[in-house]
């Protein structure tokens, strides 16, 4: 619960204090999430959705138009500055935040550093009225981070538990429907990893009684961990952390870990941890960002400053090799490419939205910029409705957008203002989103037809 600093600090703390003790809310989120199962179609338990993959299913019909004056929100909730995306699991939402110490003029005058110093926070809210449930927090000094508005990755809830992993490298387990902690580690003291430049950035993933984590401990650029205790299972790969989320890749009844560091493309085995083989893609400044995603036998992995390799598996999934790399168009920065029809769709840092061909990387058309603004660090995150061709994406201008995307072209069919300036991935479930920038969340609901 909030400490005594916390409730010193000026707005946001403000903002939240007719929330603390609410033993009820607590009470009450046992329902909450145990109302619906821990997997229902309509959740967004994860980093991407239901396994990662950029998918949702709504449920319900969604319009294709919206309203000429905009989308309203059904609630908005201060929260402080981060970059971590939201989850949702039946009435609870999930996300994380970095209060920073309030220090005084004088203090900063003698030591610039004093800034750094401040809490992380787990925080639910309560999905129909943005209230508080629970929250947890801890401290988290950012010296030596880049970007230090606060943490990046997006909380994991599986079977009743919540799993999240700080900017700094302390990761928790938590009880999802109270915020009691069930243990926790610091990667940094614990394991010996080195901190990223931009720091931890990938958030866990749940496999089988696993917890994959993008640790850059040494002999373990990743490394397996037990859901129930934390202890280690494995670790693998000798490359330095990155900050992408890995996938598991499936074929008959083979099933593979793939992930992409600042060195290489990995594939690992998921019981031992044994790196089957990897493809070198070294990257500048360590920006392996993008999750991958495994299509038609090809791992698609796309960079920022060296383009798109396309990695051909065999059918046992333990033998690649490249296949094709464009480095022209297809030059992704966090966004993961969409997938459908034997097309991807991409945000390439110069071009826009790109569509080409999986099997040989052919740009089929550009959006010309259309959909997100041109910069230094273009941002859209696009996720499919369900089996439409129809796809959600928010901007980093806050601008939520339904878009149609086939391989001939793309139509945008709705276009709204959400929140302010954000890298920070937003949640779909049912017929609502759930966006945040770095003073609040807000909570929409999407015209049914």
């Known amino acids: 619960m909030i400490n005594s600093h916390l409730i010193a600090t000026l707005a946001l703390q403000k903002s939240l204090r007719p929330l603390h003790g609410l033993p009820l ?107 508080l449930v629970w ?30 992993l700080g900017a700094m490298g302390h990761l928790h387990c938590l009880d999802a429907r109270t915020g009691t902690q069930i243990w926790a580690r610091d990667l ?20 089988d009684d696993k917890l994959i984590i993008h640790a850059g401990i040494p002999g373990g650029c990743y490394c397996a961990l037990s859901l129930k205790t934390g202890k280690e299972i494995w670790r693998a790969g000798d490359d330095p952390a990155g900050y992408g989320v890995p996938i598991v890749a499936k074929s008959g009844d083979h099933r593979i870990l793939i992930g992409w560091t600042p060195e290489h493309i990995i594939g690992m085995d998921i019981e031992t941890g044994k790196v089957h083989w990897q493809i070198p893609y070294e990257v500048t400044y360590g920006v392996s960002i993008a999750t991958p995603i495994f299509q038609e036998g090809h791992v698609l992995v796309c960079g920022y400053w060296h383009g798109t390799k396309s990695i051909q598996l065999d059918s046992t999934l333990t033998q690649a090799n490249l296949a094709w790399e464009e480095n022209m168009y297809l030059r992704g920065l966090m966004a993961q490419p969409l997938y459908k029809d034997g097309h991807a769709f991409l945000l390439d840092k110069q071009h826009g939205v790109v569509c080409f061909k999986l099997e040989n990387g052919e740009v089929k058309w550009t959006d010309k910029n259309s959909l997100t603004p041109r910069g230094r ?63 609040k969340i807000i909570c929409i609901d999407l015209p049914l037809e």
């Open 25 to 131: 809310l607590a009470v009450c989120s046992l329902l909450l999430l145990t109302s619906s199962s821990s997997a229902q179609q309509s959740d967004w338990p994860q980093w991407r959705g239901i396994n990662s993959t950029g998918v949702f299913e709504p449920g319900v019909e969604l319009s294709t138009k919206w309203p000429a004056d905009g989308l309203k929100p059904k609630w908005s909730v201060n929260v402080g500055p981060g970059y971590s995306g939201i989850s949702v699991v039946g009435d609870l939402v999930f996300t994380m935040d970095r209060i920073a110490d309030e220090v005084s003029e004088e203090e900063q005058n003698k030591n610039p550093d004093a800034l750094l110093d401040g809490v992380e926070r787990i925080l639910c809210f309560d999905r129909n009225s943005g209230k």
């Open 135 to 164: 929250h947890h927090d801890y401290r988290s000094n950012y010296k030596g981070l880049d970007y230090n508005k606060g943490p990046r990755t997006t909380p994991t809830i599986h079977a009743g538990r919540l799993y999240a």
């Open 188 to 207: 940094i003291k614990d394991s010996g990893a080195k901190l990223p430049t931009w720091g931890f950035a990938a958030s866990p993933l749940v496999v």
């Open 377 to 439: 660090n273009p941002q859209l995150n696009l996720v499919w409705i369900g089996k439409t061709n129809r796809a959600l994406g928010l901007n980093s201008e806050g601008e939520l957008l339904q878009v149609e995307l086939t391989e001939e072209k793309f139509t945008e069919l709705g276009r709204a203002k959400l929140v302010d300036f954000t890298w920070a991935h937003p949640a779909f479930s049912g017929n609502q989103v759930f966006a945040r920038d770095d003073s």
